[in-house]
Structures are given as structure tokens and as C-alpha cells.
């Protein structure tokens, strides 16, 4: 596929979508046909990305390498910004630019448990990717995988790669779910940084418990270095 200069940074690996990964590299090779078009290729590994990772809005991290795709395939269940992110690597890998894009949501079906940590329904830096497609960028939100959907009575995004796939505003029963609130932009990469940032300051909470866990995996890290040693 002939790109334009302006697209061939979209197809190589950065620091976030390591689409370099031989992990990464094997698994798009395996997803993809090079007989079938780009757009073709792009909605194999959007499914996959979708239904093959869990998703788990519980395990944000502060931890700079979980976000690569590489470790987010390897994790076998992420949130919605590493999701976006390893979607990203497996396109880039077969040479379909695509980049990380952003917005802020309200889920007006957030659990109990999650508006408790969270202190909100506002969900700030939900990730999606953007995928340059027949001469047209098109988001594709690989987030929640097909089971979870059907458990909580959702409607799965489909992606047809022509047309952009992001949350739906109501579920099955025809309730209120997802609100689009605030568009944060597309990039190269992962803005690791700004994005902890905002998380930090919106979601204290959440990331005291975060802090807590953290403290608690060091001490037992530490507890079981010295009984095998």
C-alpha cells in the first residue's frame, strides 16, 4: 500500500505501540491476509482486539510499561486506553496507519462499585483508535468485549472500517448509556504524562486504593523473596 509521507509515522512502532514486538508482529501476520484489503485486515484485528482481550476497568495501572501492547497482550485483559493501544500496534504491524485517540464519557450504567471508586460517572481519556482507512481516518472503540455485553445487556460496537464504531447511546433496553462529553484529540502515541495527570487529579480515590495495592504487592514481593531465600 502506497501511503503518503504524512501517514508512514502512523505505521511505525513508538514507544507505547511497540508494533515492532516479534509477539506483536506474529500475532497481526497470523490475524491478517495479505490478499485481503486493508480495510479487510483492519476489522479482522479490530475483533479480535475487542473480544480476545477482557475488558477490566479495574486494572488502571501507573506503571508506564503496562501500557505498552506487547505487555497488554500478554496481560490478556485491559481497560479501554491499553485495548486502543495494542489495536493500534496490531495495524501498524501490517503497515495500516493508526494512532490513539481520546474523549471524555459519561456511562450512565457505571456500577455501583465503580461510582464509588471513581466518585463520578465521568470517565476522562477513554481511548479509541483511529485507523486510516480508504482515505479516511475511522475510529474503532475495541473496549468491551462481546460476553461483557452480553452479560450487562449492551450493544456490542461492530466495526465495518468504514464507518467510525464508538459507544452506543443506549443499551438493549433502551436505556441511557454512553454521553460523549469532550473530545481530548488524536496522537502518535500514548500521552502517558498528561494523561495521569488529569486521572490523578479527577479520581483521588481511586488512586489511594491504586497506591495502597501497590504498597501491598511490594511487601508481599518482598515477603516472598525471603522465605525462598
Not at 500514548?190 to 479527577?202: I, K, N, W
Request: glycine share 4%.
Amino acid at each position: 500500500m502506497a501511503l503518503a509521507i504524512e501517514l508512514r509515522e502512523y505505521t511505525q512502532p513508538s514507544a507505547y505501540i511497540d508494533s515492532d514486538h516479534p509477539h506483536i508482529q506474529a500475532l497481526a501476520a497470523k490475524l491478517s491476509n495479505a490478499s485481503a484489503s486493508a480495510r479487510e485486515n483492519a476489522v479482522s484485528l479490530y475483533y479480535w482486539a475487542r473480544d480476545e482481550i477482557r475488558y477490566n476497568p479495574y486494572s488502571l495501572s501507573t506503571e508506564r510499561h503496562h501500557y505498552r501492547a506487547s505487555q497488554v497482550l500478554a496481560q490478556g485483559e485491559a481497560w479501554c486506553v491499553p485495548k486502543a493501544i495494542l489495536l493500534a500496534a496490531l495495524c501498524r504491524a501490517v503497515e495500516i496507519p493508526a494512532r490513539l485517540g481520546f474523549a471524555d464519557v459519561r456511562n450512565h450504567l457505571s456500577t455501583p462499585q465503580m461510582r464509588e471508586l471513581m466518585e463520578t460517572d465521568v470517565f476522562l481519556f477513554h481511548g479509541y483508535t483511529a485507523i486510516y482507512l480508504e482515505g479516511q481516518w475511522v475510529k474503532a472503540t475495541p473496549a468491551f468485549n462481546v460476553e461483557l455485553c452480553e452479560r450487562f445487556g449492551l450493544l456490542p460496537l461492530e466495526f465495518d472500517g468504514l464507518q467510525d464504531s464508538i459507544y452506543h447511546p443506549c443499551d438493549l433496553a433502551g436505556n441511557r448509556h454512553m454521553e460523549y462529553l469532550n473530545d481530548r484529540g488524536e496522537h502518535l502515541d500514548l500521552p502517558f504524562d498528561e494523561m495521569m495527570s488529569v486521572l490523578r487529579q479527577h479520581y483521588p480515590k481511586m488512586f489511594a486504593a491504586l497506591g495502597q495495592l501497590s504498597t501491598e504487592e511490594q511487601q508481599h514481593d518482598r515477603w516472598e523473596s525471603e522465605v525462598s531465600s
